[in-house]
């Protein structure tokens, strides 16, 4: 079932099961990377208010928009996880992992 999903180049004539895990595939893929879309909506937001103002306004209002969104994101994930990161046995496990990532990445950024 999924070997038939390119999520790049989706075809017409996929059954309507593949069509919706495609299209959440793709919505995870935006949600992992954001930033990609924020700055062009932005920018033609603000270029398409035709005025300095407008584009201060549009550009200042999805900003603010997307530090908010962000930060109910991360105080709503401090709160699930707090407990669990307070925990010295898993703050030894992140340190370990962490660590671990930081000497790979030297080790790939050196070679």
Not at 57 to 71: C, D, K, P
């Amino acid at each position: 079932m999924f070997a038939d999903i390119n999520l790049w180049n989706p075809h017409s004539g996929l059954p309507i099961n593949l069509i919706i895990v495609t299209a959440f595939l793709l919505g995870m893929v935006h949600g992992i990377t954001p930033d990609e879309h924020t700055w062009p909506i932005t920018f033609s937001y603000a270029i398409g208010a035709y005025s300095t103002q407008g584009g201060l306004v549009a550009g200042l209002s999805f900003s603010l928009a997307f530090t908010l969104q962000g930060a109910i994101a991360s105080e709503r994930a401090y709160l699930a996880l707090a407990k669990w990161l307070q925990n010295p046995r898993i703050d030894a496990v992140v340190y370990i992992v962490v660590g671990i990532a930081m000497f790979l990445a030297g080790k790939y950024i050196r070679s």
